[in-house]
């Protein structure tokens, strides 16, 4: 998602990010979202900015695993952090929910074998429970 320079700052991504949210979570389900991680990469401060944006609208951040994004331009992966807009007040997950929502990006979003190095190296991170912060 992203809003063109010049329409920042008049609510529009926040709308949108309502819209989609209450659309969402209305159906008993959740949104999930992969942020590209500020301790990583050149672009650091554009980075922090689209988490201060998330966090406003609402999201959480899946704290205390490393979820590393397939790498698009076939180079190296990215560093990335997931977030989402959970369901009510929960303020942690199950470690076998967190890996099937895992094993479903990488398999149904990016077409990965679930065995792939880079699959086994994401889902070692993921512990019992995960916050949500």
Known sequence: MAVSKDMRGKGIGMSFIEMLTHKVVSSGKSVVLEVEDPS????????????????????????GMKYLLPPLDGTKPTDMLLFAYPLG?????????????????????????????????????????????
């Open 89 to 133: 007040s929960t303020s942690s997950l199950s470690g076998n929910s967190v890996r099937k929502l895992v094993s479903a990006l990488y398999e149904q979003v990016y077409g990965m074998d679930l065995h792939h190095p880079l699959v086994a190296k994401t889902m070692s991170t993921i512990g019992e429970r995960i916050a949500l912060v």
């Open 40 to 63: 990583s990469g050149d672009n650091v401060n554009q980075r922090k900015r689209r988490i201060t944006f998330y966090r406003r609208s609402g999201a959480k951040m899946l704290k």
